[in-house]
Structures are given as structure tokens and as C-alpha cells.
């Protein structure tokens, strides 16, 4: 992620399409929905990240205006930007498209979403409010299963490890992310596993403000997102082992704008002075369910 974001001059501009599907995301459910906010709030804690949001949105907020300058200078449309994934699966022994050993067509399916979803291709675009519809837009980018490994072979971009207990929880980050892990500064990291406190989170980026390398680096290691065997996939593309409510693959849809510096629409306040920092989205004071 650390080189992605170098290059991706971050993610401001993020289809204001997505922020919808953030919102209805949430639907009334016994595990907690998204964990991004309470796993960032522990980083904090720690001093992992000194970093404050308003820091971290100026800083944002300058990369878009470098991006926008050069855009106008040169007047040429930007490629589609490939970010190569490497979807870590972390099961219990089961055989493979068994249990918490999904399948490799489950995978396929979600990444197909997020490439519909970001560059608004998705076939419920046509449901997007009217309060968001001027602004909702497309992003020039695609979700790519890994066709090198860090070494250099050939790979599927899915890799399947036995984990050391049978469920995980947030409070296990460093231990279930250790199991497998390729490059940050090459790959998006997914761990999909039996998560049981959320149905999936992800790291927010830290910027490369002076002072913050080390954090960086020392982030590195744990940067990209944790997803549920059971939210992850969509059950248009198979018959797979889906939560109900959240068989459409849009928790991934979600979590990863977090990895990419969006904010909840309501800024995580119960009341509607809380912001995303972005200005074309109307304020908000809590999660839309239903």
C-alpha cells in the first residue's frame, strides 16, 4: 500500500457512488458490520499512528491539488491503474472450496465486484439517491489477481495457509496477518478467515508527512484488509457459503475505501456536524440501515 499510495497521490476523488454503497452496507445484523474504525482507534491508542485526521486531510487534500495541476497541464486522460492482489486464505484444514477454504471462484467473483463497483459498472448503479447523482462518478483503476509471486513465479494470486486457531478476532492482527504476507509496497494484502467481531477491516494509510516514515514502515507489515470467509463473494457469480444479508460483496467494496483514505459519510458522530472531508457528500448523522 505504501508504494500504491505514493503513486495514487491518494483517494479523494473516490466515486461518490462508493460512499453509497458504504451506507447501505450497514444493515441490522449480530456481528458488528465494519471494524475499520475501532481497529484505527486501537492503533491510536497505541501510538502506532500520531497522525490526527485533520492532519492527514490536508495533506490529502494537497496531493489532490498536485494531481489536479498536473492534470491540466499535460490534458491527458489517465491510464487505468492495475493494483495487483494477493488474497491470503487462512483456514482450518478444510479442503479447498470446504469451510473457511473457500473457493478460488468466490474469490474471483468479489474481486469481479470491486472492479464493477469502482468503476461504477455495477447493475444497481441505476439506485444511486438523488442526493448523490450529480456527483457519482467512476475510477480509473482495476483490481488484479497476482500473476507474480515476490519471487518472481507464476501464481494464481491466491494463497492458502493453515491457520494456528480456528477463529480470529481484530485483537489477533499481527498474528493472522504474519502467517502470510506479501509485500506492501507491491500488493494489496486481503486475509480472508473466520473473523468473528466484524465482518471485515481494513488499515487507513498514514501519509508521508516528515516524521511519519517510521510508522510507515513499521505499519507495513500489517497493511490491507480482514474479511470473513462469509462476506467475502457474491452470491450472483455461485452457490457459495454466504451470510444472507451480505452476499453481494460489498463489505470488500467498503472496507477497501478505508484502505484508500475514505472516511464514514457521517463522520462517526451521531449527529450531522461530523464529516468525511469531502464536500459534495450532504452531512449525515448515523448509518443508513435497510
Same mark, same amino acid.
Given at each position: ?19 453509497? &454503497? ?6 441490522? *445484523?449480530?456481528?458488528?458490520?465494519? #471494524?475499520?474504525v ?5 492503533? =491510536? ?14 495533506? =490529502? ?6 494531481r ?52 461504477? @459498472? ?11 447523482? &450529480? ?9 488484479? @489477481? ?19 486457531? !480456528? ?11 504474519? =502467517?502470510?504476507?506479501?509485500?506492501s509496497? *507491491? ?9 468473528? *467481531? ?12 516528515? #516524521?511519519?516514515?517510521d510508522?510507515?514502515?513499521?505499519l507495513?507489515?500489517? *497493511? ?20 444472507a ?7 470488500? !467494496? %467498503?472496507? =477497501?475505501? %478505508? ?7 457521517? #463522520? ?5 456536524? #461530523? !464529516? ?15
Amino acid at each position: 500500500m505504501l508504494l500504491f499510495f505514493a503513486n495514487f497521490e491518494k483517494k479523494a476523488t473516490i466515486a461518490v457512488c462508493l460512499l453509497m &454503497t458504504f451506507v447501505h452496507v450497514y444493515t441490522a *445484523d449480530a456481528q458488528t458490520r465494519c #471494524g475499520t474504525v475501532e481497529y484505527t482507534s486501537a492503533l =491510536l491508542r497505541r501510538n502506532n499512528i500520531p497522525e490526527n485526521n485533520t492532519q492527514f486531510e490536508q495533506w =490529502l487534500m494537497q496531493k489532490k491539488q498536485q494531481r489536479l495541476k498536473q492534470q491540466s497541464a499535460n490534458r491527458t486522460q489517465t491510464a487505468t491503474y492495475q493494483i495487483p492482489v494477493v488474497v491470503h486464505v487462512i483456514h482450518n484444514g478444510e479442503a479447498v472450496g470446504t469451510g473457511t477454504n473457500i473457493p478460488d471462484a468466490q474469490i474471483i467473483s468479489q474481486i469481479k465486484v470491486l472492479n464493477n463497483d469502482y468503476q461504477r @459498472l455495477n447493475s444497481d448503479a441505476s439506485n444511486t439517491p438523488a442526493e448523490f447523482k &450529480t456527483a457519482a462518478g467512476s475510477m480509473s483503476i482495476e483490481f488484479v @489477481l497476482a500473476k507474480r509471486t515476490p519471487d518472481g513465479f507464476a501464481t494464481n494470486g491466491i494463497v492458502r495457509v493453515k491457520g494456528t486457531q !480456528t477463529s480470529w478476532t481484530s485483537g489477533d492482527n499481527t498474528e493472522l496477518k504474519s =502467517l502470510s504476507y506479501w509485500s506492501s509496497n *507491491d500488493y494489496l494484502n486481503i486475509w480472508v478467515c473466520n473473523l468473528t *467481531d466484524y465482518l471485515g477491516y481494513a488499515q487507513f494509510p498514514v501519509s508521508n508527512l516528515p #516524521g511519519l516514515e517510521d510508522y510507515q514502515n513499521g505499519l507495513a507489515t500489517t *497493511d490491507g484488509a480482514v474479511f470473513n470467509y462469509q462476506a467475502f463473494g457474491s452470491a450472483d457469480d455461485g452457490a457459495f457459503s454466504l451470510k444472507a444479508k451480505y452476499s453481494k460483496g460489498r463489505t470488500a !467494496t %467498503h472496507e =477497501l475505501g %478505508h484502505f484508500f483514505g475514505l472516511r464514514h459519510l457521517w #463522520g462517526d458522530v451521531s449527529n450531522c456536524n #461530523g !464529516t468525511d472531508y469531502i464536500a459534495d457528500t450532504p452531512p449525515q448523522d448515523a448509518p443508513t440501515y435497510n
